[in-house]
């Protein structure tokens, strides 16, 4: 009988200390998943801060944001990864967010345009133009303004091709990727099927230490959302 009741005693004890165990084990991981969201959440944080282009930067500009369809924004290197993001950016939907129809990006000091699927696009360099200057009536805008994007697969991705290289339509050359130059003004149509098509004038205003760029923007003109019969192989 006692040694039954000695090897029942042990059996509970040792019940005892592995249950003990476990909810320490799982306590302790709780608390770290705990941690790390909190350490998560407080990294988001500061790459927000990080992102945000300065005061400075926002009062050197403030006539300009004072009008409808401007902004400032900043754009961190794709190279140079951040948590939320922050390479890409989308004048329609005003949001660093990739994903939904992002218009211009910055990778390796080059900015550039057309990201996923069909969606394409062009930029141009004015040099060192006011944005101010810049409006539907200017001479270099006509042929991005009057650009009309096709509505068939094949053609859009022949565009997309033809717009990957260099080309000069009445002396004015095009381009999806251009690079990124400071006190330099560009144009950029951006064409994102079935989510938006916008003609938008910027100007690289500042490259900070860490290759990232502050942009001053204004809309020119936003065109209905384009449409594109899929091209689909038969079976």
């Known amino acids: 009988m006692k040694r039954l009741f000695t090897a029942t005693l042990f059996?509970?004890?040792?019940?005892s200390f592995l249950s003990f165990n476990a909810f320490?084990?799982?306590a302790s991981r709780e608390n770290l998943l705990?941690?790390?969201?909190?350490?998560r959440v407080e990294l988001i944080a500061l790459e927000k801060k990080l992102l945000a282009p300065s005061e400075e930067d926002r009062a050197a500009y403030a006539a300009?944001?004072?009008?409808?369809d401007t902004g400032i924004i900043r754009l961190i290197p794709r190279e140079n990864k951040l948590t939320i993001g922050g390479s890409y950016y989308s004048f329609s939907r005003l949001t660093h967010e990739y994903g939904y129809g992002s218009?211009?990006?910055?990778?390796?000091?080059?900015?550039?345009?057309?990201?996923a699927g069909a969606d394409y696009g062009m930029l141009t360099n004015l040099g060192d133009l006011p944005l101010e200057e810049i409006?539907?009536?200017?001479?270099s805008v006509r042929f991005l303004s009057e650009y009309v994007p096709p509505g068939k697969e094949p053609e859009a991705r022949s565009e997309y091709r033809r717009f990957s290289v260099l080309s000069t339509i009445d002396g004015v050359p095009y381009r999806n990727r251009?690079?990124?130059?400071?006190?330099?003004t560009y144009l950029l149509r951006s064409i994102n099927y079935d989510r938006a098509d916008v003609l938008v004038a910027f100007r690289v205003v500042r490259k900070?230490?860490?290759r990232s760029v502050i942009i001053v923007w204004k809309l020119l003109k936003r065109y209905p959302v384009p449409e594109l019969a899929r091209h689909r192989t038969e079976q």
């Open 24 to 26: 320490a084990q799982t």
């Open 103 to 115: 218009d211009i990006a910055l990778e390796q000091d080059y900015l550039s345009v057309g990201f």
């Open 11 to 15: 059996v509970v004890i040792t019940l």
């Open 135 to 139: 409006t539907l009536e200017h001479p």
């Open 208 to 210: 900070d230490i860490d």
């Open 64 to 68: 300009l944001l004072r009008q409808p």
């Open 34 to 39: 705990k941690e790390v969201e909190s350490r």
């Open 178 to 184: 251009l690079s990124a130059e400071v006190k330099t």
